[in-house]
């Protein structure tokens, strides 16, 4: 399992600096201020969730499932947080504003970071 958490860390790592790249060579002159704001709140999400699942592979040694709990949950909500603001920003530059309708995964991704975090804390404190 840590070999997993680390390996996937090290994807949605290397995807937000690609993400915060793509952001200020190329996307800067293209979104309004306040879709920019909206792509870096999802880049800085996307990483402080790297860095906890890189905290989570310290306590997967234990194989507990608190920890494939909390894997997939911080996992997934990267995926509905991150990714739905990454669109929410970019819905008018790639012309699909019909998409709009995405906004209420970006709430939901949130609450699964909660619960990763939660999870996370039990988990931590069931291992010895």
């Excluded at 002159?29 to 699942?53: G, I, P």
């Excluded at 019909?98 to 699964?112: A, E, H, Q, S």
């Amino acid at each position: 399992m840590k070999k997993k958490i680390f390996i996937t860390a090290s994807i949605l790592g290397a995807l937000a600096v690609i993400a915060g790249a793509f952001a200020a060579h190329g996307l800067q002159t293209r979104l309004s201020v306040k879709d920019m704001q909206v792509w870096n709140t999802a880049v800085q999400y996307q990483f402080y969730h790297v860095f906890a699942l890189l905290a989570l592979s310290h306590l997967s040694r234990y194989q507990t499932t608190l920890v494939n709990t909390c894997y997939y949950l911080f996992t997934i909500g990267i995926v509905f947080f991150c990714g739905s603001l990454y669109l929410l920003a970019t819905l008018e530059l790639l012309g699909w504003a019909w998409i709009r309708i995405i906004g209420p995964v970006t709430p939901l991704g949130g609450f699964l970071f909660i619960c990763g975090w939660i999870t996370m804390g039990i988990a931590a404190t069931k291992n010895k």
